[in-house]
T-cell receptor, first 114, second 113 residues
Framework: KAGVTQTPRYLIKTRGQQVTLSCSPI?????VSWYQQTPGQGLQFLFE???????NKGNFPGRFSGRQFSNSRSEMNVSTLELGDSALYLC?????????????FGPGTRLTVT | AQSVTQLGSHVSVSEGALVLLRCNYS??????LFWYVQYPNQGLQLLLK??????LVKGINGFEAEFKKSETSFHLTKPSAHMSDAAEYFC???????????FGAGTRLAVHP
């Protein structure tokens, strides 16, 4: 099976712009979660989507949003970018959100805001 | 609230030496615990997970971890370090029923000849 894929891998944006990141989960997985990784704050949970519904949300401002499509692919959007949004954004897929299903991570999208 | 503490942001060992990376968790209910490894410019790779089936969990690449409820610990060990083990390691706890992982700050492992 192919792993989790994320596009693009690298992105440079300017403050005030918006950005959309894409994640394709492992085939058959219905849960997609997003995480932000920065040197200062570490790995932080953004949100989780399961069957096109947001099930969980972390403590991020409303500028961060996401959605999931019927094929389980997910996108996250960040509007009005700030310098502090520079980070590695990781998505993870899981077969389900119940029981002990593990999450498999993609390679990440490195976002740089200038 | 659940949290994870990894003791030691940097650990350095000699090739062939024991690797011990420490992780303590706080949780009001039996947790699901995970260890992930991250190589430079890559995502996270699952090493092993604890889901209450057995207290000693074996993972990939020769790593294992022991769940000790009395100590609220889930330390990661490997008997003999290899140069390729140099990476950053993250311990994480998952709230039951939800796919939200809470990560520790990470431990960067260096392996020297």
């Amino acid at each position: 099976k192919a792993g989790v894929t994320q596009t693009p891998r690298y992105l440079i944006k300017t403050r005030g712009q918006q950005v959309t990141l894409s994640c394709s989960p492992i085939s058959g997985h219905r849960s997609v979660s997003w995480y932000q990784q920065t040197p200062g704050q570490g790995l932080q949970f953004l949100f989780e989507y399961f069957s096109e519904t947001q099930r969980n949300k972390g403590n991020f401002p409303g500028r961060f949003s996401g959605r999931q499509f019927s094929n389980s692919r997910s996108e996250m959007n960040v509007s009005t970018l700030e310098l502090g949004d520079s980070a590695l954004y990781l998505c993870a897929s899981s077969a389900d959100s119940t029981s002990s299903y593990e999450q498999y991570f993609g390679p990440g999208t490195r976002l740089t805001v200038t | 609230a659940q949290s994870v503490t990894q003791l030691g942001s940097h650990v350095s060992v000699s090739e062939g030496a024991l690797v011990l990376l420490r992780c303590n968790y706080s949780s009001s209910v039996p947790p699901y615990l995970f260890w992930y490894v991250q190589y430079p410019n890559q995502g996270l790779q699952l090493l092993l997970k604890y889901t209450s089936a057995a207290t000693l969990v074996k993972g990939i690449n020769g790593f294992e971890a022991e769940f000790k409820k009395s100590e609220t610990s889930f330390h990661l060990t490997k008997p003999s370090a290899h140069m390729s083990d140099a990476a950053e390691y993250f311990c994480a706890v998952r709230r039951g029923g939800y796919n939200k992982l809470i990560f520790g700050a990470g431990t960067r492992l260096a392996v020297h000849p």
